[in-house]
């Protein structure tokens, strides 16, 4: 069973127990002699069966024996777990691990084999075994050309055995019949030279049935390493002899290949076409050795023709006795031609060694283990660990695009500072009223001052001031300012109103305890009159007037004449008019109540306004849709290279509604911070 820890429960020093927990119904299996996998039929739930040590396991997942080791103390009750791998896997993973490299430039032929793991006893069994495998491997390679010439000859030396007995009985037989022994010298010696062709022709004829039978392997088998050696049978053609080598060492190199490589792979390809070329050659070389052959055969039968003819006047006794002489004679010569060539290869593949010799055996000398490097993974986390948060740095640098200090504003528009308002926390947004002796109060204070000369070039400075309270995006501070701009007004004898034409998300009303169930909407609607919306504050001199219910339509209410008509009516009863608008970069609203204003505040909170926004307000401004702007910068911190002559960097706080998190988002259908974004915030806040 593959890829399962099978238990193996030690019960005593007999017996053991074999245990698994079968959740399928079948299981992967593999065996190992063929390596054939197949899926075997198992019962669901808890096997378990005990065996002696040394019998013979037989069961559908787990076939063997399991011997106690000697010499070695194991008590009762242990535990073992076997776990059987692919072997194809295991195969593959040490053929991708194992590392082969040559020693040196200059010593190409001296290789190394080196292997990386936690078993060192494994890896120098592994490693010796390899090499031992190669050595006997590339001797095997050498030995197959002489292995077949044996082969070949041994075949042949049968069959020409065979026929030597069978023609010395021949002989013996035609002697007893016929008492003919001897023949005259001159019968001898013409017999002599009819024995030197016929031996001339037999070799000639042996190369040729080798080329044929060369020719008719190549033309139709595909496993060329059983090619005997042309040698073998006398032939000395230099063409076939490198043609024949090649052929069998490209075919040993694409089996030894297929053991490692996958069958359709690019270097089979390769192999093919060299052995193609390799046999094209060689059949060519056949073909013309076949044609010098069948000529040298052709002038040796004529000479044995003319020999025979002059031996025809002999009695017939004589020549039967020539003919089954010359017989024994020509097969006797074969007989030892074949031995010395059999004598020759045999001498040949016991001289052969392996070409391949291990210098040095792999052996465990006792180093210490080559990882982890320490002093490498101390360096790179000590380089990660600085630069990690240095490109976080950067990256942030790169992609924030939020106003951070006044000097950026100074460089991104001609517009301004009226003033600065520092961080500070406090419950409520009446901060100048309720902490009149604050930093942030003496902020409002200021700005208050700085309005003045803004003021003094109304020209309808006979009737009430208007200021208008805006910003880009809401969570900027417009409400708040709004709040305590009024406050101050009003806390300096100024008759004060406080309008919230923010008409989309009503704010001011929760910090003054009343309701917004009517306010401008209802007047501008006609369905109050301006007394009925008019609301007095427990701030002496400060009255407001709150959005009222949203409308579906606030652009178009604030465009009407009633409004401007409102505006009138209220100039001639107060001194201040502070009008808390929408985000200007979200709706239009803002931009139909400048020509109401006579002065604009336009709120830049750092590290959260966007630079965009400011190119924006200085279009606006440059278009003249809006007069008298100016910046205050809120949540502003006091630095060396922001201050640009304004030497107070005061700290407050505020807690109006507007949400912190997703950039405007306060103008979304959904108004809900994630928890995320209110972590967010709490640590921009610390």
């Known amino acids: 069973m593959l890829g399962k820890p099978i238990e193996i429960k030690i019960i005593d020093d007999t017996v053991f127990e074999i245990r698994y927990e079968f959740e399928t119904e079948r299981v992967l299996c593999q065996i190992y002699d063929t390596k054939e996998k197949l899926n075997v039929a198992v019962e669901p739930g808890v096997y378990s069966k005990r065996f002696n040590f040394g019998e013979t396991v037989n069961l559908p997942f787990f076939n063997g ?65 390899t090499s031992a495998i190669l050595s006997k491997t590339e001797l095997q390679r050498k030995n197959l050309y002489a292995t077949n010439t044996i082969k070949f000859i041994d075949s042949s030396l049968g069959a020409v055995n065979t026929d030597l007995k069978a023609i010395t009985e021949e002989m013996n037989e035609f002697r007893r019949s016929n008492k003919v022994f001897d023949v005259a010298e001159e019968i001898v010696q013409k017999s002599d030279l009819l024995k030197e062709f016929d031996k001339e022709k037999i070799e000639e004829q042996s190369k040729l049935n080798y080329l044929n039978s060369l020719e008719n392997y190549l033309k139709t088998q595909n496993d060329y390493t059983k090619i005997s050696a042309p040698s073998s049978v006398g032939i000395d053609e230099q063409n076939i002899l490198s043609g024949v080598s090649n052929i069998i060492g490209l075919s040993v190199e694409r089996r030894n290949l297929e053991y490692s490589t996958k069958e359709g792979s690019i ?17 060519e070389a056949i073909e013309v050795t076949k044609q010098t052959i069948g000529v040298q055969l052709n002038a040796i039968n004529r000479k044995i023709a003319n ?81 990690t948060p240095m490109f976080l740095i950067f990256v942030i640098y790169l992609l924030d695009s939020t106003v951070h200090g006044s000097d950026e504003i100074v460089k991104m528009s ?19 009223y309720e902490k009149p002796k604050s930093a942030v109060a003496e902020s409002f204070r200021a700005i208050r001052s700085s309005l003045q000369f803004i003021f003094k070039n109304n020209p309808s400075n006979n009737r009430a001031n208007t200021l208008m309270v805006t910003s880009s995006v809401s969570g900027e501070g417009k409400t708040f300012t709004s709040i305590n701009i009024a406050t101050v007004y009003a806390i300096s004898g100024k008759r004060t109103i406080l309008l919230g034409l923010d008409l989309r998300k009503p704010k001011i009303f929760d910090d003054f305890d009343i309701t917004n169930e009517k306010g401008i909407v209802n007047y501008l609607i006609g369905d109050s009159l301006l007394e009925e919306i008019i609301t007095n504050t427990h701030i002496e001199n400060l009255d407001i007037i709150p959005s009222g219910p949203i409308p579906p339509n606030p652009s178009e209410l604030l465009m009407g004449d009633k409004l ?12 201040i008019i502070i009008l808390d608008t929408p985000p200007l ?11 109401y204003a006579d ?46 002559g304004y030497g107070y960097g005061y700290g407050y706080g505020y807690g109006y509604g507007y949400g912190y998190g997703t950039y405007g988002n306060a103008y979304h259908e959904k108004d ?15």
Do not use: C, W
């Not at 401007?564 to 001194?575: A, C, G, I, R």
């Open 599 to 644: 002065a604009t505040i336009f709120m830049v909170r750092l590290d959260y306004t966007k630079k965009g926004m400011l190119q924006l307000v200085n279009a606006k401004h440059r278009s003249g849709e809006l007069k008298n702007v100016s910046f205050v910068l809120n949540f502003y911190k006091h630095k060396s290279n922001h201050n640009y």
């Open 307 to 387: 020999i025979e003819s002059e031996l025809l006047d002999l009695p017939a006794d004589q020549q039967e006795y020539l003919k089954i002489q010359r017989k024994l004679d020509l097969s006797s010569e074969a007989y030892n031609i074949y031995q010395a060539k059999r004598g020759e290869a045999a001498i040949v593949k016991a001289a052969n060694v392996s070409d391949i010799t291990v210098i040095d055996e792999a052996k465990d000398i006792g180093n210490a283990p080559i990882g982890p490097k320490k002093s490498l993974n101390y360096m790179m986390a000590l380089m990660i660990g600085f630069f």
């Open 267 to 283: 270097l089979f390809d390769e192999l093919d076409r060299r052995i193609e070329t390799e046999k094209s050659v060689l059949l």
């Open 585 to 595: 970069g979200l709706v239009t609203d803002a931009l139909e109540l400048t020509q």
């Open 65 to 129: 024996i399991v011997n106690l080791k000697q010499n070695t103390v194991i008590s009762d009750e242990d535990t073992f777990f076997v776990k059987y791998l692919n072997f194809d896997s295991v195969v593959n993973n040490y053929k991708n691990s194992i590392n082969i490299e040559p020693t040196s430039r200059d010593a190409s032929s001296v290789l190394k084999l080196s292997l990386v793991g936690k078993n060192k006893s494994k890896i120098v069994d592994f490693l010796n075994a």
């Open 672 to 686: 809900d911070q994630s928890v995320f974004g209110r972590i967010k915030n709490f640590v921009k806040r610390l």
């Open 564 to 575: 401007k008509e409102m505006v009138s009516l209220l100039k001639e009863q107060y001194d």
């Open 414 to 432: 001609k517009i301004p500072i009226l003033g600065l308002i520092g961080k500070y926390r406090y419950k409520n947004n009446l901060v100048a």
